[in-house]
Every structure is written in structure tokens, then in C-alpha cells.
């Protein structure tokens, strides 16, 4: 079996080709694994170090908005795993148009080359974001939810989806579509909150908490959220939509609360600024579709993977710099 691996260079995609090359998805045992990756500030080569050695590792940097480059690399492709993505929020907010470019015309360009190649399956890596926003006592999203995306990044990501739907409806091409929550874990550039907050205090810096704290995000080690694409990729309906959920509800007050134990400081280390623009109050997803179909459940405590988290950018302090 031959993987294309979109975004393979970054926090979760390298976290797939990590686990791929070393075989711990028996459906995808032995394969062989190419990653494109245009090494933006949140790609790093280094993160698939780890298995830089194996024969099954080929890397390609290049842009997913590069038709002909995608048009090569797909050659002979069976599965695409399409990960290639500008990710943060706050940098969709001061500026959309990469997010446009790279989430919604590169994965138009790529659906192009895989339909051209003629791939068995394609697998589009999504976010809860395109849902919205939830209330308090609000039911956790299906799959059968309305796309209501507010930031800029949830609107690029909600475009791609429809796009990778309409390819399939259109043209036939086999997709599935992922949808994961909040994914933490090593190996993440220090933007997001986990990773930043991380590393700030391990700088003995402050932390930025948003307006009141009390956003929830849903939590999901990135082990679990891999392992949910693997599950999809091997098994998933051509056309289906999974989320991917960890389980883990809490405000963010909550969690900083506690990072500060994790890393042994107080609450004097915590700044309060404005809160980011058009927030989303709460995820929350139901993940009784792809558990029943698929046998996913998310298998990390977050109170381990939370503690191994911090343990690895112990380990790894000034990877990027002191912080983002
Ligand atoms: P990331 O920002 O860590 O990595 C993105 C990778 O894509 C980087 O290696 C970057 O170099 C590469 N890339 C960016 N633009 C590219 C382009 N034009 N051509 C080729 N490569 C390009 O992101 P991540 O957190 O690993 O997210 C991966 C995917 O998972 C994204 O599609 C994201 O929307 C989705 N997702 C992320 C989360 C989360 O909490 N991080 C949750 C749900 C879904």
C-alpha cells in the first residue's frame, strides 16, 4: 500500500506518519508512506526524526496548491491522508487569505490530482470548528449538524469539507471526512493554548487567559485523534463523516489551572487580556457513529497524556525558541 500524507511535517500529521512507519495501525502495516509538507513556521522536518531512517519514509517539500507537484506525488497512491493545513485561529483572524489558500484551493487541487490518479481513498482531515458554537447545556454535535463555522479558520476548514463532499457527490471520488476536537500532545508548535501556556511557565512567563476562561473546549490526545483517521481510513464509508471526540470537557480556566499544578506555579502566573474576537463559547462532540461503525473510543487519560504533555516540553524547552 502506497500513503499520501498531506501536512506530515506538523503536530498531528506527524504524529500519523510517526505511528504508520512503525506499524501500530495493523491496516496499514508495511506500507509505504510519502509526506508533502511545505514546512511553513508549524511544520518542522524534525518531528518525523524518529523514523527518518526507515525505507518506507519518503519526504517531499512542496505546497498542496502546486497542481503538477501534487499531480507527481500522487502517482500510484492508494490512500491520501490529508492533514496540510493553516491551523491557529488567532492567525485567521489577523489574516484569512492563507487560510483560504492553503485550506480551501490546496484541497481542491489535491482532490483534482486524486481523482486524476484514480486513489482508492481519500481521507480529509476536519475540526469540530465547523460546527460553531455551542451553548452550556447544548447536545453535542452529530455529524448531521448544520456547518455554522464562525472564525475565518472554521469557515476555510467548513469550505474544504463541502468541497471534498461535492467531489464525492460530483465525480465519485471515495472520501471520508474526519471531524476531531481539540487535539494535544508532543510535538505541537507553541501557539495553541496547551503547548503555549507550556511553554511560557517552563520560561517563567506569564500566561494569556481569554476574557472570563470559561470557553470549553473538548480534549483529545493526538494519539486517539490518529488513531480515529487510521480507523476511517481503513474502514470508513466513501462519503462518510466521523468525529473524532476525546471526551474531555473543560474551560479553559480549568485547564490553566491545571498546567500551573503541572509545572508547580501559582495563579499570579496568569494574565487575564480581552477576549479573542467572535470567541466560541463551548464544543462538545457525539461520537456514537464512528464508535459503533468503527470500534473508536479515545484510549489516553487526559490527566496522563496531559502530564506526559508537559513532561515532553520539559524535555524539549526551547525547541522553537522559548515559546511562540
Ligand atoms: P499544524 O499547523 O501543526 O500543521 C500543519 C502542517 O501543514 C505543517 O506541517 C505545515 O507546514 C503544513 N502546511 C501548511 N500549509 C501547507 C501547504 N500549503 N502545503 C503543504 N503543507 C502545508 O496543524 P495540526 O494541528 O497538526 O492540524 C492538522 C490538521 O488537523 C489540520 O487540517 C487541522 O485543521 C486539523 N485539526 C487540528 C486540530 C487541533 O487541535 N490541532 C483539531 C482538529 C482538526
Request: charged share 20%; with cysteine; glycine share 12%.
Amino acid at each position: 500500500m502506497r500513503i499520501l500524507v498531506t501536512g506530515g511535517a506538523g503536530f498531528i500529521g506527524s504524529n500519523f506518519v510517526r505511528q504508520t512507519v512503525r506499524n501500530e495501525y495493523p491496516a496499514l502495516a508495511g506500507a509505504e508512506v510519502t509526506v508533502v509538507d511545505k514546512l511553513t513556521y508549524a511544520g518542522r522536518r524534525e518531528n518525523l526524526e524518529p523514523v527518518s531512517g526507515s525505507p518506507a519514509l519518503r519526504f517531499v517539500e512542496g505546497d498542496i496548491c502546486d497542481g503538477p507537484l501534487m499531480r507527481e506525488v500522487m502517482r500510484g497512491a492508494d490512500l491520501v491522508v490529508h492533514f496540510a493545513a493553516e491551523s491557529h485561529v488567532d492567525r485567521s483572524i489577523s489574516g484569512a487569505e492563507e487560510f483560504v489558500r492553503t485550506n480551501v484551493l490546496g484541497t481542491q487541487t489535491l482532490l483534482t490530482a486524486a481523482l486524476e490518479a484514480g486513489v482508492g481513498r481519500f481521507v480529509h482531515v476536519s475540526t469540530d470548528e465547523v460546527y460553531g458554537s455551542l451553548d452550556a447545556g447544548g447536545t453535542p454535535w452529530t455529524e448531521e449538524e448544520p456547518l455554522a463555522p464562525n472564525s475565518p479558520y472554521a469557515a476555510s476548514k467548513a469550505s474544504a469539507d463541502l468541497m471534498v463532499l461535492a467531489f464525492h457527490r460530483t465525480h465519485g471520488l471515495p472520501v471520508c471526512l474526519t471531524r476531531g476536537s481539540n487535539t494535544y500532545g508532543p510535538y505541537q508548535y507553541p501557539e495553541k493554548i496547551i503547548p503555549l501556556f507550556v511553554s511560557n511557565l517552563l520560561a517563567g512567563r506569564k500566561v494569556p487567559l481569554y476574557g472570563d476562561g470559561a470557553n470549553v473546549r473538548e480534549w483529545l490526545h493526538v494519539d486517539d485523534h490518529c488513531r480515529g483517521v487510521a480507523l476511517v481510513a481503513e474502514g470508513g464509508e466513501p462519503g462518510g463523516i466521523y468525529n473524532v471526540g476525546g471526551g474531555t470537557e473543560l474551560t479553559n480556566r480549568e485547564l490553566t489551572e491545571r498546567l500551573l499544578e503541572l509545572l508547580g506555579v501559582d495563579r499570579s502566573m496568569v494574565e487575564q487580556v480581552a477576549d479573542r474576537k467572535g470567541h466560541d463559547r463551548r464544543y462538545a462532540m457525539d461520537i456514537s457513529r464512528i464508535s459503533a461503525a468503527l470500534g473508536y473510543k479515545p484510549t489516553v487519560p487526559f490527566e496522563d497524556g496531559l502530564a506526559a504533555t508537559v513532561d515532553w516540553y520539559r524535555q524539549h524547552h526551547g525547541l522553537w525558541g522559548a515559546g511562540a
